[in-house]
T-cell receptor
Protein backbone atom coordinates (compact mmCIF):
# COMPACT_ATOMS: atom_id res chain seq x y z
CA UNK A 1 0.00 0.00 0.00
CA UNK A 2 1.07 3.53 -0.59
CA UNK A 3 2.46 5.34 2.42
CA UNK A 4 4.64 8.18 3.59
CA UNK A 5 6.91 8.01 6.62
CA UNK A 6 8.41 10.95 8.42
CA UNK A 7 10.68 9.29 10.98
CA UNK A 8 11.23 12.36 13.15
CA UNK A 9 8.20 13.50 15.12
CA UNK A 10 9.97 16.46 16.68
CA UNK A 11 13.24 18.20 15.82
CA UNK A 12 14.91 21.12 17.57
CA UNK A 13 17.59 23.17 15.84
CA UNK A 14 19.38 26.38 16.71
CA UNK A 15 18.67 29.48 14.74
CA UNK A 16 21.16 29.75 11.90
CA UNK A 17 21.85 26.03 11.84
CA UNK A 18 21.10 23.84 8.86
CA UNK A 19 18.01 21.66 8.72
CA UNK A 20 17.10 18.37 7.11
CA UNK A 21 13.67 16.78 7.52
CA UNK A 22 13.36 13.22 6.35
CA UNK A 23 10.61 11.74 4.22
CA UNK A 24 10.35 8.22 2.83
CA UNK A 25 7.56 7.10 0.56
CA UNK A 26 6.22 3.81 -0.69
CA UNK A 27 4.68 4.00 -4.16
CA UNK A 28 5.16 1.76 -7.18
CA UNK A 29 5.02 4.32 -9.95
CA UNK A 30 6.86 7.60 -10.48
CA UNK A 31 5.79 9.69 -7.51
CA UNK A 32 4.39 13.18 -7.36
CA UNK A 33 5.71 14.55 -4.06
CA UNK A 34 4.88 17.58 -1.96
CA UNK A 35 6.11 19.33 1.16
CA UNK A 36 3.69 21.49 3.15
CA UNK A 37 4.21 23.67 6.21
CA UNK A 38 1.65 24.54 8.85
CA UNK A 39 2.33 27.28 11.37
CA UNK A 40 0.37 27.19 14.65
CA UNK A 41 -3.26 28.06 14.04
CA UNK A 42 -2.68 28.44 10.31
CA UNK A 43 -3.60 26.48 7.22
CA UNK A 44 -1.35 24.34 5.06
CA UNK A 45 1.07 26.17 2.82
CA UNK A 46 2.84 24.51 -0.09
CA UNK A 47 6.63 24.70 0.18
CA UNK A 48 7.57 22.79 -2.96
CA UNK A 49 6.64 19.91 -5.21
CA UNK A 50 8.31 17.34 -7.43
CA UNK A 51 6.85 15.80 -10.57
CA UNK A 52 9.76 14.89 -12.79
CA UNK A 53 13.02 16.22 -14.17
CA UNK A 54 15.64 17.77 -11.95
CA UNK A 55 15.75 15.86 -8.69
CA UNK A 56 16.69 18.94 -6.66
CA UNK A 57 13.63 21.13 -6.25
CA UNK A 58 13.66 24.70 -5.00
CA UNK A 59 10.76 26.03 -2.98
CA UNK A 60 9.64 29.08 -1.10
CA UNK A 61 11.28 30.53 2.03
CA UNK A 62 14.72 29.15 1.06
CA UNK A 63 13.72 25.49 1.26
CA UNK A 64 14.82 22.79 -1.16
CA UNK A 65 14.21 19.06 -1.42
CA UNK A 66 16.01 16.26 -3.18
CA UNK A 67 14.24 13.31 -4.75
CA UNK A 68 16.22 10.08 -4.52
CA UNK A 69 14.47 7.22 -6.28
CA UNK A 70 16.98 4.60 -5.09
CA UNK A 71 16.24 5.51 -1.48
CA UNK A 72 12.53 6.31 -1.93
CA UNK A 73 13.23 9.58 -0.19
CA UNK A 74 12.31 13.22 -0.58
CA UNK A 75 14.14 15.05 2.20
CA UNK A 76 13.59 18.73 2.87
CA UNK A 77 16.56 20.99 3.58
CA UNK A 78 17.33 24.54 4.51
CA UNK A 79 20.88 25.87 4.95
CA UNK A 80 20.11 28.36 7.71
CA UNK A 81 16.98 28.16 9.86
CA UNK A 82 15.13 31.26 11.04
CA UNK A 83 12.98 31.45 14.17
CA UNK A 84 9.93 31.93 11.94
CA UNK A 85 10.48 28.45 10.46
CA UNK A 86 9.15 26.88 13.67
CA UNK A 87 6.09 24.96 12.45
CA UNK A 88 4.90 21.51 11.51
CA UNK A 89 6.06 20.07 8.21
CA UNK A 90 4.24 17.46 6.18
CA UNK A 91 5.47 15.34 3.31
CA UNK A 92 2.88 13.88 0.92
CA UNK A 93 2.65 11.62 -2.15
CA UNK A 94 -0.06 11.55 -4.79
CA UNK A 95 -1.75 8.26 -5.58
CA UNK A 96 -2.73 9.30 -9.07
CA UNK A 97 -4.30 6.03 -10.16
CA UNK A 98 -6.82 6.43 -7.34
CA UNK A 99 -8.42 9.76 -8.06
CA UNK A 100 -5.29 11.72 -7.34
CA UNK A 101 -5.63 11.40 -3.59
CA UNK A 102 -2.86 12.84 -1.47
CA UNK A 103 -1.33 10.64 1.24
CA UNK A 104 0.43 12.44 4.09
CA UNK A 105 3.15 11.51 6.50
CA UNK A 106 2.64 11.96 10.21
CA UNK A 107 4.37 15.32 10.25
CA UNK A 108 7.55 16.67 11.85
CA UNK A 109 7.31 19.46 14.36
CA UNK A 110 10.23 21.86 14.17
CA UNK A 111 11.30 23.97 17.13
CA UNK A 112 13.95 26.67 16.73
CA UNK A 113 16.23 27.65 19.62
CA UNK A 114 17.46 31.24 19.80
CA UNK B 1 -5.96 30.00 -8.01
CA UNK B 2 -8.94 28.16 -6.62
CA UNK B 3 -10.42 29.39 -3.37
CA UNK B 4 -11.63 26.74 -0.92
CA UNK B 5 -14.08 27.85 1.74
CA UNK B 6 -15.14 25.83 4.76
CA UNK B 7 -18.34 27.14 6.28
CA UNK B 8 -17.35 27.09 9.95
CA UNK B 9 -14.02 27.69 11.65
CA UNK B 10 -15.12 26.32 15.02
CA UNK B 11 -18.02 24.02 15.80
CA UNK B 12 -19.23 22.45 19.04
CA UNK B 13 -21.77 19.62 18.82
CA UNK B 14 -23.30 17.13 21.19
CA UNK B 15 -22.79 13.39 21.09
CA UNK B 16 -25.33 11.75 18.80
CA UNK B 17 -26.04 14.85 16.74
CA UNK B 18 -25.93 14.76 12.96
CA UNK B 19 -23.24 17.16 11.81
CA UNK B 20 -22.69 18.70 8.39
CA UNK B 21 -19.38 20.21 7.36
CA UNK B 22 -19.46 22.16 4.13
CA UNK B 23 -16.73 22.86 1.62
CA UNK B 24 -17.12 25.08 -1.42
CA UNK B 25 -14.70 25.81 -4.26
CA UNK B 26 -14.97 28.74 -6.64
CA UNK B 27 -13.69 26.96 -9.75
CA UNK B 28 -14.54 23.78 -11.62
CA UNK B 29 -12.16 21.23 -10.15
CA UNK B 30 -13.28 17.63 -10.30
CA UNK B 31 -11.42 16.31 -7.27
CA UNK B 32 -12.39 17.26 -3.75
CA UNK B 33 -11.16 15.67 -0.53
CA UNK B 34 -11.95 15.56 3.18
CA UNK B 35 -9.17 14.98 5.71
CA UNK B 36 -9.01 14.96 9.46
CA UNK B 37 -5.90 16.16 11.25
CA UNK B 38 -4.87 14.88 14.66
CA UNK B 39 -1.62 15.46 16.55
CA UNK B 40 0.97 12.82 15.76
CA UNK B 41 -1.16 11.26 13.03
CA UNK B 42 -0.84 13.85 10.30
CA UNK B 43 -3.68 14.24 7.85
CA UNK B 44 -5.78 11.18 7.14
CA UNK B 45 -8.12 10.92 4.18
CA UNK B 46 -11.76 10.32 5.04
CA UNK B 47 -13.47 10.51 1.64
CA UNK B 48 -12.86 11.98 -1.75
CA UNK B 49 -14.91 12.73 -4.83
CA UNK B 50 -13.78 12.94 -8.44
CA UNK B 51 -17.06 14.20 -9.89
CA UNK B 52 -20.64 15.07 -9.01
CA UNK B 53 -22.33 12.20 -7.19
CA UNK B 54 -19.09 10.17 -7.31
CA UNK B 55 -17.30 9.30 -4.10
CA UNK B 56 -14.60 6.99 -2.84
CA UNK B 57 -13.71 5.94 0.67
CA UNK B 58 -10.41 7.05 2.03
CA UNK B 59 -8.45 5.48 4.84
CA UNK B 60 -10.83 6.25 7.72
CA UNK B 61 -14.43 6.44 6.41
CA UNK B 62 -16.13 4.80 9.38
CA UNK B 63 -18.69 7.05 10.99
CA UNK B 64 -18.70 9.49 8.07
CA UNK B 65 -20.54 9.94 4.81
CA UNK B 66 -20.31 12.54 2.06
CA UNK B 67 -22.48 14.28 -0.48
CA UNK B 68 -21.60 15.98 -3.74
CA UNK B 69 -24.73 17.15 -5.51
CA UNK B 70 -23.03 20.08 -7.26
CA UNK B 71 -19.50 20.29 -8.54
CA UNK B 72 -18.51 23.18 -6.32
CA UNK B 73 -19.76 21.75 -3.02
CA UNK B 74 -18.57 18.74 -1.07
CA UNK B 75 -20.19 17.98 2.27
CA UNK B 76 -18.92 15.75 5.06
CA UNK B 77 -21.60 14.24 7.27
CA UNK B 78 -21.16 12.78 10.71
CA UNK B 79 -24.27 10.63 11.03
CA UNK B 80 -24.11 10.43 14.82
CA UNK B 81 -21.27 12.46 16.26
CA UNK B 82 -19.05 10.84 18.85
CA UNK B 83 -16.33 12.27 21.07
CA UNK B 84 -13.62 10.46 19.09
CA UNK B 85 -14.58 12.55 16.10
CA UNK B 86 -13.33 15.68 17.84
CA UNK B 87 -10.70 16.87 15.42
CA UNK B 88 -9.63 19.42 12.83
CA UNK B 89 -11.29 18.77 9.46
CA UNK B 90 -9.69 20.02 6.27
CA UNK B 91 -11.15 20.14 2.80
CA UNK B 92 -8.90 20.11 -0.26
CA UNK B 93 -9.33 20.60 -3.97
CA UNK B 94 -6.92 19.67 -6.73
CA UNK B 95 -5.05 17.04 -8.66
CA UNK B 96 -1.58 15.61 -8.96
CA UNK B 97 -0.20 18.97 -10.05
CA UNK B 98 -1.38 20.85 -7.01
CA UNK B 99 -3.88 21.06 -4.17
CA UNK B 100 -5.50 23.90 -2.29
CA UNK B 101 -6.70 23.47 1.26
CA UNK B 102 -9.43 25.22 3.17
CA UNK B 103 -8.64 26.87 6.49
CA UNK B 104 -10.20 24.00 8.42
CA UNK B 105 -13.06 23.39 10.81
CA UNK B 106 -12.19 22.54 14.38
CA UNK B 107 -15.00 20.30 15.59
CA UNK B 108 -15.48 19.52 19.24
CA UNK B 109 -18.00 16.83 20.19
CA UNK B 110 -19.11 16.99 23.82
Amino acid sequence: AQSVTQPDIHITVSEGASLELRCNYSYGATPYLFWYVQSPGQGLQLLLKYFSGDTLVQGIKGFEAEFKRSQSSFNLRKPSVHWSDAAEYFCAVVVYNQGGKLIFGQGTELSVKP
Amino acid sequence: DVKVTQSSRYLVKRTGEKVFLECVQDMDHENMFWYRQDPGLGLRLIYFSYDVKMKEKGDIPEGYSVSREKKERFSLILESASTNQTSMYLCAVGNRYGYTFGSGTRLTVV
